[in-house]
């Protein structure tokens, strides 16, 4: 390998391996006379099967797996060997190349291709020799032409030797002049880890320094303390979901983000931390009554968080962020009624040894209606939990756009003042509407624009002018984050430091694999493509699931009282044409010839079941695609099994199925599972 990288010319190398199938490897190293060490790295495969058997698919069925080119570890080190890895997805007897552009600075040393059921895993050996943001890029070649490509970008750390340490060293967190909050989103849990598929299945390039990791770990919560107050973020505002309402509380994701993690976490007292209340689900997360806030939630949060030594306080005051302060109006039936009640709350922290409460209440606009009945509440602040930039815009017109808005907002002080939020990136969690994403040097320009209008302009008297918000910390999914990660590294909590800290030497950054720690990963089972679902786990209601990316059962349409009940799926169909469905992975039809379903229901007449799929060739859903089978009445639990094998449409790569379970309104449905076979 070293000879190939020293001489500027084409270097062969051929190896041959046998497994089910017969495999011949070329392996081609180009090097670039002009730039000796840029890599182009080409492998030949040719595939054949041992037995004659007529081929299975058109030759443009191949391709690299969307989202499986990337390293095996989130963030690289210089001179820190890992491995690349890509998914080659085929059916049939298919002959191609693949060719691997590595960046300046790179060695290759060895190569393995592993056979799937799908086509084949693809694995290189590699070094990067320098620092800095890096390109990967993996070309499929069919006949010699281009048929598909996919490159990733990466930080390649500087080098640094592994120091094995019992934990993680102190943090050492750096001075500012202003609090600097950052919203914090307690998704990652082992029982949701669907909602981690954005990331999995979608946008490798997103992964945590952690990894793909369950919160409900105190050396995690550690970790993110010592990268954010070594950087200048010294608080947290996590969101906060009650799950019902009208007696004693009930939540989801605080058990394992504060009882499991944060609160028993060693460098807890170093990092503050408050909430924000997501009360946006009527009927669940809010209050039913001035009682149900007086007996249940303000008691709640003043023992369990109020009273903790690290919970945000200014002047005495605990901090307390509201999502939707206009749904306590709705809840309560009135704009009074609701301002009432944010008194009675201040009332009851002063009683519990506090000098009042700071209420912040989100809104992303400027419309000074709005704004007017946040004053008409009482409450304190405005704030954004994000700034909304329209049509997908580059980075200098988000810039632009976020400091317009600060500025209105600032321009409607008179009404209410605000604290300032700067928004990093966004992509809703599906890949919806704008899209957007400010890389680390420019959002160090929005945050210096920030700074000094913040500096020029609140007066020293609000809260505005001593705290800011940075969006967001984490939320993975929804494409806003600044902790550490795959694509920029350190590079947007860097770029914090260096705005408003005193520190005038960059941070020594470290992470897990630097002393012997982790990793975190939740196991890659959990993501593989499923094709499989028995629905038994944890009771939770269906406004839960909103958040559900890809891979879990949704409602389509005319169904209601969607639930999970720990046995089995339930929901009641609301009209003749109910459905559900599940996105799929580009499953290979081939391998299956039925899908059963264990279902059960109140019909009282024959009905019928009816199963749809997408395909990447056939993109909706027609009745060509698509297999019934009758539905009886029952008292019991029934498997029906829908024939596949043998319908015309049933070929090619999966994308979606739809379950039509009846074709009868007001039909109570229990299913215990469903499955390919």
Same mark, same amino acid.
């Given at each position: 390998?070293?000879?190939?990288?020293?001489?500027?010319?084409?270097?062969?190398?051929?190896?041959?391996?046998?497994?089910?199938?017969?495999?011949?490897?070329?392996?081609?190293?180009?090097?670039?006379?002009?730039?000796?060490?840029?890599?182009?790295?080409?492998?030949?495969?040719?595939?054949?099967?041992?037995?004659?058997?007529?081929?299975?698919?058109?030759?443009?069925?191949?391709?690299?797996?969307?989202?499986?080119?990337?390293?095996?570890?989130?963030?690289?080190?210089?001179?820190?060997?890992?491995?690349?890895?890509?998914?080659?997805?085929?059916?049939?007897?298919?002959?191609?190349?693949?060719?691997?552009?590595?960046?300046?600075?790179?060695?290759?040393?060895?190569?393995?291709?592993?056979?799937?059921?799908?086509?084949?895993?693809?694995?290189?050996?590699?070094?990067?020799?320098?620092?800095?943001?890096?390109?990967?890029?993996?070309?499929?070649?069919?006949?010699?032409?281009?048929?598909?490509?996919?490159?990733?970008?990466?930080?390649?750390?500087?080098?640094?030797?592994? #120091?094995? /340490?019992?934990?993680?060293?102190?943090? +050492?967190?750096? =001075?500012? %002049?202003?609090?600097?909050?950052?919203? *914090?989103? &307690?998704?990652?849990?082992?029982?949701?880890?669907?909602?981690?598929?954005?990331?999995?299945?979608?946008?490798?390039?997103?992964?945590?320094?952690?990894?793909?990791?369950?919160?409900?770990?105190?050396?995690?919560?550690?970790?993110?303390?010592?990268?954010?107050?070594?950087?200048?973020?010294?608080?947290?505002?996590?969101?906060?979901?009650?799950?019902?309402?009208?007696?004693?509380?009930?939540?989801?994701?605080?058990?394992?983000?504060?009882?499991?993690?944060?609160?028993?976490?060693?460098?807890?007292?170093?990092?503050?931390?408050?909430?924000?209340?997501?009360?946006?689900?009527?009927?669940?997360?809010?209050?039913?009554?001035?009682?149900?806030?007086? #007996?249940? /939630?303000?008691?709640?949060?003043?023992? +369990?968080?109020? =009273?903790? %030594?690290?919970?945000?306080?200014?002047? *005495?005051? &605990?901090?307390?962020?509201?999502?939707?302060?206009?749904?306590?109006?709705?809840?309560?039936?009135?704009?009074?009624?609701?301002?009432?009640?944010?008194?009675?709350?201040?009332?009851?922290?002063?009683?519990?040894?506090?000098?009042?409460?700071?209420?912040?209440?989100?809104?992303?606009?400027?419309?000074?209606?709005?704004?007017?009945?946040?004053?008409?509440?009482?409450?304190?602040?405005?704030?954004?939990?994000?700034?909304?930039?329209?049509?997908?815009?580059?980075?200098?017109?988000?810039?632009?756009?976020?400091?317009?808005?600060?500025?209105?907002?600032?321009?409607?002080?008179?009404?209410?003042?605000?604290?300032?939020?700067?928004?990093?990136?966004?992509?809703?969690?599906?890949?919806?509407?704008?899209?957007?994403?400010?890389?680390?040097?420019?959002?160090?320009?929005?945050?210096?624009?920030?700074?000094?209008?913040?500096?020029?302009?609140?007066?020293?008297?609000?809260?505005?002018?001593?705290?800011?918000?940075?969006?967001?910390?984490?939320?993975?999914?929804?494409?806003?984050?600044?902790?550490?990660?795959?694509?920029?590294?350190?590079?947007?909590?860097?770029?914090?430091?260096?705005?408003?800290?005193?520190?005038?030497?960059?941070?020594?950054?470290?992470?897990?694999?630097?002393?012997?720690?982790?990793?975190?990963?939740?196991?890659?089972?959990?993501?593989?493509?499923?094709?499989?679902?028995?629905?038994?786990?944890?009771?939770?209601?269906?406004?839960?699931?909103?958040?559900?990316?890809?891979?879990?059962?949704?409602?389509?349409?005319?169904?209601?009282?969607?639930?999970?009940?720990?046995?089995?799926?339930?929901?009641?169909?609301?009209?003749?044409?109910?459905?559900?469905?599940?996105?799929?992975?580009?499953?290979?039809?081939?391998?299956?010839?039925?899908?059963?379903?264990?279902?059960?229901?109140?019909?009282?007449?024959?009905?019928?079941?009816?199963?749809?799929?997408?395909?990447?060739?056939?993109?909706?859903?027609?009745?060509?695609?698509?297999?019934?089978?009758?539905?009886?009445?029952?008292?019991?639990?029934?498997?029906?099994?829908?024939?596949?094998?043998?319908?015309?449409?049933?070929?090619?790569?999966?994308?979606?199925?739809?379950?039509?379970?009846?074709?009868?309104?007001?039909?109570?449905?229990?299913?215990?599972?469903?499955?390919?076979?």
């Amino acid at each position: 390998m070293k000879a190939a990288l020293e001489c500027p010319q084409k270097q062969t190398l051929v190896n041959r391996r046998r497994s089910h199938y017969n495999v011949i490897t070329m392996l081609s190293l180009t090097i670039f006379p002009n730039n000796p060490m840029k890599l182009a790295i080409h492998l030949s495969y040719t595939f054949f099967f041992l037995s004659m058997i007529p081929l299975l698919a058109a030759e443009s069925d191949i391709s690299i797996r969307e989202n499986s080119f990337q390293s095996d570890r989130p963030i690289l080190r210089a001179e820190r060997p890992f491995k690349l890895e890509a998914i080659i997805d085929f059916d049939g007897n298919i002959d191609y190349e693949l060719r691997l552009t590595l960046p300046e600075g790179s060695t290759l040393s060895g190569t393995k291709r592993t056979p799937s059921k799908e086509g084949a895993v693809e694995t290189w050996n590699v070094v990067c020799h320098k620092p800095g943001q890096v390109e990967f890029t993996l070309e499929l070649l069919l006949d010699g032409k281009v048929h598909q490509k996919s490159t990733i970008m990466q930080v390649v750390m500087p080098p640094r030797k592994i #120091e094995k /340490l019992d934990y993680i060293p102190e943090p +050492k967190p750096v =001075k500012t %002049e202003m609090l600097i909050g950052a919203h *914090n989103c &307690p998704l990652w849990e082992t029982e949701r880890a669907e909602l981690w598929n954005q990331v999995v299945k979608k946008h490798q390039e997103r992964a945590p320094a952690l990894g793909i990791y369950s919160q409900d770990n105190p050396e995690l919560a550690d970790w993110e303390t010592k990268w954010a107050v070594e950087h200048g973020v010294s608080f947290f505002i996590y969101c906060w979901y009650r799950t019902s309402q009208g007696g004693p509380i009930t939540t989801m994701f605080e058990q394992s983000a504060f009882d499991d993690a944060l609160f028993k976490s060693r460098f807890e007292k170093q990092m503050k931390f408050t909430i924000m209340w997501e009360n946006q689900r009527r009927g669940f997360a809010g209050i039913s009554d001035v009682k149900d806030l007086q #007996e249940n /939630l303000m008691p709640y949060w003043i023992e +369990k968080f109020f =009273k903790r %030594e690290n919970y945000l306080k200014i002047d *005495n005051k &605990p901090v307390l962020f509201v999502y939707q302060p206009l749904d306590v109006s709705t809840d309560l039936g009135g704009d009074d009624k609701a301002k009432a009640a944010f008194d009675l709350m201040r009332s009851m922290c002063k009683e519990a040894g506090f000098d009042g409460l700071y209420i912040l209440g989100e809104y992303r606009g400027t419309d000074p209606n709005h704004l007017r009945r946040y004053k008409n509440l009482g409450l304190d602040y405005v704030f954004a939990y994000c700034w909304y930039v329209h049509n997908s815009p580059p980075p200098d017109v988000v810039i632009e756009e976020q400091m317009k808005q600060i500025k209105a907002r600032q321009s409607q002080r008179d009404i209410i003042p605000q604290i300032v939020t700067f928004s990093q990136a966004w992509s809703g969690w599906l890949d919806e509407g704008t899209i957007w994403k400010l890389p680390p040097n420019d959002f160090e320009t929005l945050l210096r624009q920030g700074k000094d209008f913040i500096e020029q302009n609140i007066p020293k008297n609000e809260l505005g002018s001593k705290m800011l918000i940075l969006d967001n910390w984490n939320e993975w999914s929804e494409g806003h984050y600044l902790a550490p990660y795959r694509e920029y590294g350190f590079g947007y909590v860097d770029a914090v430091r260096r705005v408003f800290s005193d520190a005038t030497e960059p941070c020594d950054d470290i992470i897990p694999e630097d002393i012997g720690l982790g990793p975190y990963d939740l196991p890659k089972t959990m993501f593989e493509n499923r094709t499989s679902w028995t629905f038994r786990g944890i009771d939770y209601e269906n406004w839960k699931r909103q958040f559900s990316p890809s891979q879990d059962w949704r409602v389509m349409m005319h169904v209601k009282d969607f639930l999970n009940v720990g046995k089995c799926l339930t929901f009641e169909t609301t009209s003749t044409d109910p459905a559900i469905w599940v996105h799929q992975d580009r499953t290979r039809a081939a391998r299956f010839e039925k899908l059963i379903v264990r279902m059960k229901t109140n019909v009282t007449k024959n009905d019928m079941m009816q199963f749809f799929w997408k395909t990447e060739q056939h993109t909706e859903y027609t009745e060509d695609n698509s297999a019934r089978v009758s539905v009886h009445p029952s008292s019991d639990f029934v498997d029906y099994v829908l024939p596949l094998k043998g319908i015309p449409g049933w070929q090619g790569r999966v994308t979606s199925l739809r379950l039509d379970p009846v074709s009868t309104a007001g039909i109570k449905v229990e299913i215990e599972h469903i499955r390919l076979e």
